[in-house]
Nanobody, 124 residues
């Protein structure tokens, strides 16, 4: 069992930056692929970024590539999402998720555990 708690969301102007954190409980954090998803009002939850167990491999949605960076600290049981050059269309609730397989997935249903989400609002 893994419990995930996100933090770091807020209101920022377009072009600004935010850093999201996701703290995981349990001693098996290093065994999970971790990812960030987001969901805007009236839209489906969409994949943002994922990172492998070691932190050496990452995978991004085209819409955030070059602007967002996912990283993890297995010693602190935490995964991060550094978001730069934010746009109004990035406004959404951001969720972190954990997957026990070794394969990156863009599909929410493939993830085993979810956090409660943190709101990110980008004003124009």
């Amino acid at each position: 069992q893994v419990q995930l708690v996100e933090s770091g969301g807020g209101l920022v102007q377009a072009g600004g930056s935010l850093r999201l954190s996701c703290a995981a409980s349990g001693r098996t954090f290093k065994n999970y692929v971790m990812a960030w998803f987001r969901q805007a009002p009236g839209k489906e939850r969409e994949f943002v970024a994922a990172i492998d167990r070691s932190g050496r491999s990452t995978f991004y949605a085209d819409s955030v590539k070059g602007r967002f960076t996912i990283s993890r600290d297995n010693g602190k049981n935490t995964v991060y999402l550094q978001m730069n050059s934010l746009k109004p269309e990035d406004t959404a609730v951001f969720y972190c998720a954990a997957e026990s397989s070794v394969v990156f997935s863009r599909t929410p249903g493939d993830y085993d555990y979810w956090g409660q989400g943190t709101q990110v609002t980008v004003s124009s």
